[in-house]
Every structure is written in structure tokens, then in C-alpha cells.
């Protein structure tokens, strides 16, 4: 059976250093997630992020504090008493971004795990690179989702009345990323095919 070459120790370390600081970044994601759901749960003044296609307003930064007339695009509104819907939205927005983030986190450092090990083109490699893009698709399709649905029902809530819809955005750099996640996975794959060619197991 041939044998796997492991990383360099430079290489080691610096996969390491990646490690501890995906463990930074769950902690820091966890954290921001329980200090949000404090300005969500009790629905009152709570911060909505909503998005408009270029909406005039007026902000006071002209000579003298004079109001001038700007293109809103993203402004944050201050709502309280907000229907069980839309608060639901906006407590599941951020526990699923969070769920959705630590568990890619996980994967990738699973993932950095086996590299360091010597087993880069395992089958359990191959299979945390191919849930970490199905972590990710999921988690930004149901973030965006609620994230939609708690801007809508935020924006009605302030405004006294239903059906008022706003402009969520889509980062295209979300589905490059999910779409970079899959050609990792199948360059994975292959090199996993590859190596059980070389060691007479296929």
C-alpha cells in the first residue's frame, strides 16, 4: 500500500495556526448570535437591517445640518411589537447563520485534521469537503429567507400596514464560493480515486 506524504512542518503549523483560529471564529460567531437574539427576543427597538432599491430620504449633512435628499439602499429600522412570524423570522436568521457557520468551521478544521494527518484524499476528507458546501448552500438559503421575511414583516410592522416588501440582496460572491466548494469536492474525489488506483484497492 502506498503510503501518503503529510505536510511540512512549516505547512503543520500553519494549518494549526488555521485551526485555533476557526475556534476563534466560533466563539465570536456564537457570541454575536446570544447578543442579537437579546436585541430580537424582547421586540422592542429592535434593529431590522432592510434593503430598498434606491429610495429617496433625507439626512440632515448638509450646511448647517440642512437636510439633503440621498438614495437609500440599506437603512436599519427601530421596531417593537412585531407579529410572532416575523419575530420568529428574525430569531431564525441568526440561529441558523450560526448553526450554518460553526458547522462549516468544523468541517474545514476536520478537513485541515486529515491533511495534517496524512490522509488529504480519504473518503472521510472527501466527504466533510462535500458537506461543508451543502452546510453552506443550505445555510445561506435559509438565512436569506428569513432575513427577507423578517425585513417584510418589519418594514409592514412600522408601517401599520401588510405587503410592504423590500429589496433583499443577493452577494454573487455566496454562490461563487458554495460553486468553489464543489470543485474542491470533486478535485477531492478524484485524488481519492487516484489514490486507490495507485494502492491496487480499485
Sequence with gaps: MSSVPTPSKLDRTALQITIVLGAAAIVFTVVRAILRLLEIVPNRNVPVLASFADTPATMPIGPGGAPVVVGAQQVVLYVSDMPPITLWSLV???????????????????????IIGGRAFAAETVGLVGAAMFVVLGGWLLTWLFTTMGANGGASALAGEPGLNTNTPVDPIVPFAIASLGALAAAFQIGHKLQREAEGLV
Design 92 to 114: 431564525l436568521c441568526e440561529v441558523v447563520y450560526a448553526l450554518a457557520a460553526v458547522a462549516t468551521v468544523v468541517l474545514v478544521c476536520l478537513v485541515i485534521r486529515n
